[in-house]
């Protein structure tokens, strides 16, 4: 089993989306200024109510959505191995046999027949001009 990387927890950026910091949310123009004290304060609240509130839901939660979502993962694998793949399988080895034999009939009458339509026409009248 594979070592868990606590560093970089999103490698292939699923959720790069959801990076939300105070700057994203909140902005004050030039005109319009708060106290610093308070822009600082602000900053500190948000920051520490988003980290608190993640951590919370994540500890009540984390755990059996994660339970939940392996065990969706894995019913999905399974029916792509079991169902899916034979079942698309199967269908292309009919489609193959179906392709092949359509594939023939074309060659046997249609071909001919759109080459002597060609030929007939070639020489008509109107076609000399």
Sequence with gaps: MADVDL???DPQELNSHVKVAFEDVLGEPESARSIDCIWI???KC???G???MYKFLSTICGICIALCWGCEFARLAFLHVW???PCIRCYSLNLGIL???WGSCL???LIPLCEACS???SNAPFMNK
Excluded: A, G, V
């Design 119 to 121: 030929l007939c026409l």
């Design 7 to 9: 560093d970089n927890r």
């Design 83 to 85: 169902c899916c793949t």
């Design 50 to 52: 988003k980290n608190c």
């Design 99 to 101: 392709q092949r034999c």
């Design 41 to 43: 304060n602000s900053y």
């Design 107 to 109: 060659n046997c009458f």
């Design 46 to 48: 948000f920051t520490c």
